[in-house]
């Protein structure tokens, strides 16, 4: 007989922070829950009160050092993933931002490191297909944006 998973809902706000003058994106690197080390777009869950905007520039901070300011909403992108016996049906809400101001420092307890790439670079170093789409919804990036 097979074991039915619990399934509960998970949501994250995340940033793609786009670099105009350099045309570059920023990073993060992180170990996942299969303990593999990937590059992939800063996000975290909202804390209490907050909109998703806020959550999204406070996890950008925290993650990267960066201050940032967001230019617009880009998407929200949709799995699934199984940890600790349970089904989680993911939601992260995405914004374009730029970049205001290094402030600090990433969180090492959660990042492994931060790092600019240019859109092929990154292209090359992200590994998941939500990201890659994140990507593809951003590649027709204008001298505006």
């Known amino acids: ?3 039915k998973l619990k399934t ?4 994250s706000c995340g940033g793609l922070v786009w670099d105009k003058a350099a045309r570059k994106l920023l990073l993060v690197q992180v170990e996942n829950l299969s ?18 905007s806020e959550a999204a520039v406070r996890e950008v901070r ?7 300011e967001v230019i617009e909403p880009i998407m929200d992108v949709r799995y699934i993933y199984v940890h600790d016996g349970t089904r989680y ?3 992260v809400r995405w914004f374009l931002m730029k970049p205001i101001a290094k402030t600090g ?4 307890n ?4 931060s790092q600019w ?5 990154t292209a090359d170093l992200i590994t998941y297909d939500t990201d890659k789409k994140l990507l593809k919804s951003i590649e027709g990036l204008t001298p505006g944006r």
């Open 110 to 113: 959660e990042i492994l490191q």
């Open 89 to 91: 049906h993911k939601t």
């Open 117 to 121: 790439y240019g859109l092929e670079e």
């Open 8 to 11: 509960k809902p998970d949501f």
């Open 1 to 3: 007989m097979v074991k």
């Open 35 to 52: 303990k593999k080390r990937v590059w992939t777009f800063p996000k975290g869950h909202p804390e209490s009160k907050e909109t998703d």
């Open 105 to 108: 420092e990433f969180d090492p």
């Open 62 to 68: 925290e993650e990267t050092g960066w201050q940032c």
